[in-house]
């Protein structure tokens, strides 16, 4: 029988249909009437599967979730899950699962980058020079090598970032939620953040990682990189310790807002590297991705179990009855 998928992805129609097509006849594909969540609401009753939006924008939350009684698996093409309500889904039965691991390699390169371009000064040298300047002495690069780099969040982005850190000499340290085994020191997160001179955050955002690392306890002079979500550091500290000077620098991918507004002061300081949320943006890891989520999709058409789920739900997708019950 033919299962009922609904799009959300920022996409036209028709592209999200193509993309969709290696499915064939098991699916059919529809897109809300518009992108707001009136529109939303409206095509959630006859859903049965949702891919969702990876901009965040189209979430499914405590009430949508009770305006999709035959809902039965959500597949996130993403790895964060911002939004979604992994409890109501959870509650109402419904498996949720991202990509995980997709964009590791794109996002640790990233990260990498720009600890690489803050210790070395390279925008600062850049801008100098196109300006008419020569400022051989004045720049004061550092050498990234040997340096004590702590990663905050420690799943395959994570472990991504520190084998490139590692590899490149530097002494790698990490702190996660649940500890693992791994070649690396596992430190708790006020030590690593106060010993750390470079600090990569790729944990994901909850309620409690809100506001969890705040960059004045870094050492003075360390750089901080963020590939997390905005919300993960603490935002006033983090502009107090870049306005005061006690950061070396800070390399942004992700912001509380996004885009920043003009008025931001992340957008005037000289001591900010900024990114527009492109860190795991590469072809390899866009197919990846597509193929992460069509393998997910045609093993719950098929009832096979999905990869990665995060709420707990078993993940052998089954297809609720036409009254949207259990």
Do not use: K
Not at 229 to 253: F, K, N, T, Y
């Amino acid at each position: 029988m033919t299962w009922r998928v609904l799009a959300l992805p920022p996409l036209p129609g028709e592209a999200l249909r193509d993309l969709l097509g290696p499915l064939g006849e098991r699916v059919e594909v529809s897109v809300p009437a518009r992108r707001d969540r009136e529109a939303l609401l409206a095509a959630l009753p006859e859903a049965e599967i949702v891919v969702g939006d990876w901009s965040g924008g189209l979430a499914l939350d405590a009430e949508a979730v009770l305006a999709a009684p035959r809902l039965a698996f959500v597949q996130q093409p993403s790895v964060g899950v911002d939004g979604h309500d992994l409890g109501a889904l959870a509650a109402a039965g419904v498996p949720l699962a991202n990509t995980a691991g997709v964009s590791a390699i794109a996002v640790a390169e990233w990260c990498f980058a720009a600890a690489l371009a803050l210790s070395r000064r390279l925008l600062d040298a850049d801008a100098a020079v196109r300006a008419g300047g020569w400022p051989q002495l004045d720049l004061g690069p550092r050498e990234l090598y040997g340096s004590r780099v702590g990663i905050v969040g420690f799943g395959p982005i994570g472990e991504a970032c520190a084998r490139m850190f590692d590899g490149y000499g530097c002494e790698v340290s990490y702190w996660t939620r649940r500890p693992r085994e791994a070649p690396y020191a596992y430190r708790e997160l006020e030590a690593l953040v106060a010993g750390s001179d470079v600090l990569v955050a790729v944990i994901a955002l909850s309620e409690e990682t809100r506001g969890l690392i705040d960059p004045s306890r870094m050492p003075a002079g360390s750089l901080l990189v963020n590939a997390a979500r905005g919300g993960v550091v603490d935002r006033a500290a983090l502009l107090s310790a870049l306005e005061s000077g006690h950061l070396g620098g800070a390399a942004l991918d992700v912001f509380e807002t996004e885009p920043p507004p003009p008025g931001d002061p992340l957008r005037h300081s000289a001591r900010v590297l900024l990114s527009p949320h492109v860190a795991g943006v590469t072809p390899q890891s866009t197919g990846r991705l597509v193929r992460c989520v069509l393998d997910n999709l045609r093993a719950a058409v098929e009832g096979r179990r999905v990869a990665n789920v995060l709420n707990g739900v078993d993940p052998v997708v089954r297809r609720r009855p036409e009254d949207g019950g259990p």
